[in-house]
């Protein structure tokens, strides 16, 4: 179990950036990836980017967001930070974002292995 706590979704017109955080505490496991997700009205929860919180391993995106999104990390003790830098947002971002957390990266795009979930973050699109 881990706690998730995600924060800095906003309003913004198309072209605007946000930058979302979410930190992990008081997890029962080693946290090595580090996971936002969105999910959008009437959509399937999706994955957006993942990073690994260890080593020089590369981040991983959703086609839709690369070149436009960034994933980035931090380590404070037992506290894990992930970060998403999102530029050149789209009405399409529009969403509820999430953040979690796991052992590895492998099949990180998968939502369906997570059993519980954060509060989320809203991001909205819009001019």
């Known amino acids: 179990q881990v706690q998730l706590a995600e924060s800095g979704g906003g309003s913004v017109q198309p072209g605007g950036s946000l930058r979302l955080s979410c930190e992990a505490i008081a997890a029962t496991y080693r946290i090595n990836c580090m996971i936002w997700f969105r999910q959008a009205p009437g959509k399937e929860r999706e994955g957006v980017a993942a990073t690994p919180m260890w080593g020089t391993a590369s981040p991983y995106y959703a086609d839709s967001v690369k070149g436009r999104f960034t994933i980035s990390r931090s380590r404070d003790n037992d506290k894990r930070m992930a970060y998403l830098q999102m530029n050149s947002l789209i009405p399409e971002d529009t969403a509820r974002y999430y953040c979690?957390?796991?052992?590895?990266?492998?099949?990180?795009?998968?939502?369906?292995?997570?059993?519980?979930w954060g509060q989320g973050t809203q991001v909205t699109v819009s001019s």
């Open positions: 979690a957390a796991k052992g590895s990266c492998a099949e990180w795009f998968d939502a369906g292995q997570f059993g519980s």
